[in-house]
C-alpha cells in the first residue's frame, strides 16, 4: 500500500482532518505486515506506536495468574493502541496480540503528540482517538455491569460479527467474563 492509498483510507476514517496536519502525520507513517501471534504491545513496556489494522484483527488482554483475560478485540479500519501508548509514555499495562497475519498502518505517536501542539486538526485528530478508546471503555462497563451473560454475548456479536471467524471461543469467553462451557451452552440456546 503506497502512502496515497495510506493517505485516502486515513481520510476516509478521519475526515475531518485537514490535509497539512494529515500530511505531517503520513510523515511519519509506515506500512507493516506481521504475523500472527506478533505481540504488537507488551505489557509492561512504553510503546511508541499506535496502528491502523488494514487487513487482519488484534485480541487485547491483561495477564492474571498466567491467564490470559481478554479486553477487547479489533478488527479492520480500526485504531489499535492501548490509551498509556496514546496518553502519555508510560508502560502498558496490556498486551495486544496479532490473532492472523496482518497489515497495519504505524503511527509514531509522539510526532502526532508534537504537531498537535501546535496544529488544531492534528489536536482533534488525537482527542478523536482518546475519546473513541474512552467511549468503547464506557460501553465495556456497562456490559459488564448491568448485562447478563447472554445479553454480552449477543451484544458482542452485534457490534463485531466477525468476532465468530476470528477469534477463538476461550477468547470470546474471556472477553465476555464466563467459562467457555456457559458460552456453549449460551449458543446453544439460538
Known sequence: MNKTEIKELVKSIFPHIENVALQHIL???????????????????????????????????????????CSWFAFENHIVATLTTIAGDKPSSETIELLEDSAFVQFETKSIKNLAESNLSASHFMTELITEHATFLEERLYLLQFMSSKERYYALIERAPEVLQKVSLTDIASFLGISRETLSRIRSLK
Open 27 to 69: 510523515s511519519s507513517a509506515n506500512y507493516i505486515e506481521l504475523a500472527k501471534g506478533t505481540e504488537l504491545i507488551r505489557a509492561g513496556e512504553r510503546h511508541r506506536y499506535f496502528y491502523l489494522i488494514l487487513r487482519g484483527s488484534v485480541k487485547t488482554y491483561y495477564l492474571k495468574e498466567s491467564k490470559q483475560i
